[in-house]
């Protein structure tokens, strides 16, 4: 393995091979008509079709489910950048009162499961009048994603040395002015990798996400689940509703995809 | 630096994981300590509820299946992980796009990869099944327990080698090539190699990938929720569906609730233990 770093071995042609395969069958799927879905097994589809796409796009109880979900997403995407920017940088500077176990304490919110929070979450948000909305999702992900963020940020702002922060101060510049000119730039791929972290837990989720819900704002991938027992099994739409839920990820994990290295390479997730 | 107001600074963060943690949490110790017939009428139970619990054969059932599937989990996942990421390029065009197509399965909503696995896995229109079934093995995953679980398994193991293995190729990313050159001086093969040169500074990724893959795998829902509804029987029912249902399916509020304190205490105490073990043959190492 040593003796050419650059050269892929086949194994790994095989394993991204059987990665991708289950995706090439849901794709064909989602171009198939239902007759030939359970009719003969077919490996490639003999007469592809765009009718199931064409369902979610005109169908609102599809679209409007899209938008609901990328709603949440977003919403919990920035909260959660927005509330552990200056914390990280606090952990990564100052020592204070109590912060090796703040620290941790955050880090163990990771562990809690969402169905230990099903219940006072229900309740919760009943009672402040945000159940069924979109933001009542967004602010209980934040369970995990603003734990994951602070993490994540510590990492990259502790990488940057202090003597920039030195710098600026003998330069006269006041806190805030370094903080948004000078030091965000700095970090800016450690955002990029926290915002995709941040977007692809709250993405996937389903169980916060659908206890949380009722039918106003009713996120895509509960409305996949609904679906599927109410109106009997439509293979195709489905599928095509996968298909379609795949993409936002790919699009994250395309324009981050060099920070992404270096996020990784810095050993923090 | 030594400046309590940095406090300020995290204040933000602790509002808003007091009201997304600490508020919730606090109700459900409240609850799993009461029994709970409407708003007013509440009876202070004391541990009832654990003993309760700890007594509930079907609570003892789905631990043990928790407990077999984690450990089978990590026991794939983790060396699949590493050999896989060994295998990807240091550098060069194609590392990108291998990063790329490892990092997609995590990028799916869980409920989809279930839905995946269904269509690819069932006998009749299944890629998977159809040929398992072809080649003349008996393979039905909603009819047969063992099937089932074979099912998952590949089904977790698709969904999550990539994490282990992402981690793996960041930490083997940032070993300097002077070790490779200094190992290949001494003549190390390369099971050497790997485990006096590769293995010790993997220490700290794989730690993290092995808690995350722990926590993560003890908290399963999602995908055997839609995959195989649990099924057949309990055989792939496992503490986050069986609290599920008790508590927003039966509202069972006391029960449910000290189950929920025993199951985070349960994680807690795993990956705890995990990690003191961790740090401690790291410190017998030096």
């Given at each position: 393995m040593t003796a050419d770093a650059r050269k892929a071995h086949w194994t790994l042609y095989l394993y991204c091979g059987w990665l991708l395969l289950p995706l090439y069958w849901l794709l064909t799927m989602a171009v198939k008509r239902n007759q030939d879905i359970t009719g003969t097994l077919e490996v490639i589809p003999a007469r592809p079709t765009l009718d199931n796409f064409v369902e979610i796009f005109t169908n609102p109880v599809w679209y409007e489910a899209f938008a609901n979900s990328l709603t949440y997403v977003v919403v919990n995407t920035l909260v959660s950048v927005a509330v552990a920017l200056p914390a990280a940088y606090a952990f990564s500077r100052y020592r204070f009162l109590g912060d090796r176990h703040l620290f941790f304490w955050l880090l163990t919110n990771r562990m809690a499961p969402p169905a230990v929070f099903l219940l006072p979450f229900f309740q919760l948000y009943s009672a402040i009048g945000l159940f069924d909305t979109p933001f009542a999702v967004a602010l209980a992900h934040c369970l995990f994603t603003v734990p994951l963020a602070v993490w994540i940020l510590e990492g990259f702002m502790s990488a940057v040395p202090r003597e920039l922060d030195e710098m600026s101060r003998i330069d006269g510049h006041s806190r805030a002015w370094f903080f948004f000119r000078i030091f965000i730039p700095v970090i800016r791929s450690g955002i990029g990798v926290t915002v995709f972290f941040c977007f692809m837990f709250s993405w996937v989720e389903l169980l916060i996400a659908r206890t949380l819900?009722?039918?106003?704002?009713?996120?895509i991938v509960v409305v996949m689940t609904r679906t599927v027992s109410a109106a009997g099994l439509d293979w195709g739409v489905l599928a095509a509703a996968g298909v379609l839920t795949i993409l936002p990820g790919i699009a994250v994990v395309w324009f981050v995809r060099r920070h992404l290295v270096k996020g990784f390479a810095m050993g923090r997730v | 630096m030594r400046n309590d107001k940095a406090w300020l600074a995290v204040l933000p963060v602790v509002i808003v994981v007091a009201f997304t943690a600490i508020v919730p949490l606090m109700t459900v110790v409240n609850y799993s300590v009461q029994d709970i017939f409407d708003v007013d009428t509440r009876i202070f139970v004391g541990l009832d509820w654990y003993r309760e619990t700890l007594r509930d054969p079907r609570f003892i059932d789905a631990l043990l299946r928790q407990v077999l599937f984690s450990g089978l989990v990590l026991a794939i996942e983790v060396p699949l992980g590493i050999w896989i990421a060994r295998a990807v390029?240091?550098?060069?065009?194609?590392t990108a796009a291998f990063l790329i197509v490892l990092a997609i399965p995590l990028l799916i909503p869980w409920n989809v990869v279930g839905t995946i696995w269904q269509i690819f896995a069932r006998?009749?229109?299944g890629l998977l099944g159809a040929a398992v079934t072809a080649i003349g093995l008996s393979y039905n995953y909603t009819g047969s327990a063992l099937d089932a679980w074979i099912t998952l398994l590949l089904m977790d193991v698709w969904h999550w080698t990539s994490l282990v293995a992402l981690l793996a190729f960041a930490g083997l990313a940032s070993i300097p090539r002077a070790c490779y050159q200094a190992a290949e001086l001494d003549g190390a093969n390369a099971w050497q190699v790997f485990r006096y040169v590769e293995l010790p500074r993997l220490r700290a990724v794989l730690t993290i990938a092995v808690m995350l893959r722990l926590m993560d795998s003890l908290m399963i829902y999602t995908e055997p929720f839609v995959?195989?509804?649990?099924?057949?029987?309990?055989?792939?029912?496992?503490l986050s569906q069986y609290l599920t249902t008790m508590a927003v399916g039966q509202f069972d509020l006391g029960p449910a609730a000290a189950f929920s304190v025993l199951y985070f205490l349960l994680i807690l105490l795993l990956c705890w233990l995990f990690y003191t073990s961790v740090m401690k043959g790291g410190a017998d190492d030096r």
């Open positions: 819900t009722a039918s106003d704002a009713k996120p | 390029p240091r550098e060069g065009p194609a006998p009749d229109i995959l195989t509804g649990g099924g057949p029987g309990n055989s792939t029912t496992f």
